[in-house]
């Protein structure tokens, strides 16, 4: 079975839901995506056939075996680049959000995986050189707003 990104998308704003607020509500879905609640119910609609999740309109939404391990991995993927675009390479937070939930459907297990070894290779083995790296990103990146005219 072929799973979306944007099902992909779905499944894991729907585990951080449970996993926050332990109900998986349309309207909370709805604002989480920026989409409107008709477009949620369609997308609903699509993962219950799938069986990635039990949905019946008015009804409690609940993600199946299947749907919780796509959303679990998914998720793990993001908080994975996530840490790893501020940690290793210093990008601000906002960007990493931003590119981490690109990246997350796109990314290969193998390539997630290699990452994460390389980043705890990189913060055991050569804390120093990181924290240089990192320094020099920051100075840069000042130097340029600096240099920068206000808009």
Same mark, same amino acid.
């Given at each position: &079975?072929?799973?979306?990104?944007? $099902?992909?998308?779905?499944?894991? @704003?729907?585990?951080?839901?449970?996993?926050?607020?332990?109900?998986?509500?349309?309207?909370? !879905?709805?604002?989480?995506?920026?989409?409107? *609640? *008709?477009?949620?119910?369609?997308?609903?609609?699509?993962?219950?056939?799938?069986? /990635?999740?039990?949905?019946?309109?008015?009804?409690?939404?609940?993600? @199946?075996?299947?749907? /919780?391990?796509? +959303?679990?991995?998914?998720?793990?993927?993001?908080?994975?680049? &996530?840490?790893?675009? @501020? $940690?290793?390479?210093?990008?601000? *937070?906002?960007? +990493?959000? =931003?590119?981490?939930?690109?990246?997350?459907?796109?990314?290969? $297990?193998? @390539?997630?995986?290699? &990452?994460?070894?390389? +980043?705890?290779? !990189?913060?055991?083995?050569?804390?120093?050189?990181?924290?240089?790296?990192?320094?020099?990103? &920051? =100075?840069?990146?000042? +130097?340029?707003?600096?240099?920068?005219? *206000?808009?």
């Amino acid at each position: &079975m072929e799973i979306t990104k944007r $099902e992909e998308e779905y499944l894991e @704003t729907m585990y951080i839901l449970q996993k926050n607020k332990g109900v998986i509500r349309v309207k909370d !879905i709805s604002k989480k995506l920026g989409v409107r *609640p *008709p477009s949620v119910v369609d997308a609903l609609k699509k993962l219950n056939e799938k069986g /990635l999740i039990d949905y019946e309109k008015y009804d409690r939404i609940l993600l @199946t075996e299947k749907g /919780l391990e796509v +959303a679990k991995e998914t998720y793990q993927k993001h908080v994975l680049l &996530m840490r790893f675009f @501020t $940690e290793i390479l210093g990008i601000p *937070p906002e960007i +990493a959000e =931003e590119d981490a939930c690109q990246f997350e459907h796109y990314v290969h $297990e193998i @390539t997630a995986e290699r &990452m994460k070894e390389f +980043a705890q290779y !990189i913060q055991e083995h050569c804390p120093y050189v990181l924290k240089q790296f990192l320094k020099e990103h &920051m =100075e840069k990146e000042e +130097a340029k707003t600096q240099k920068s005219p *206000p808009k």
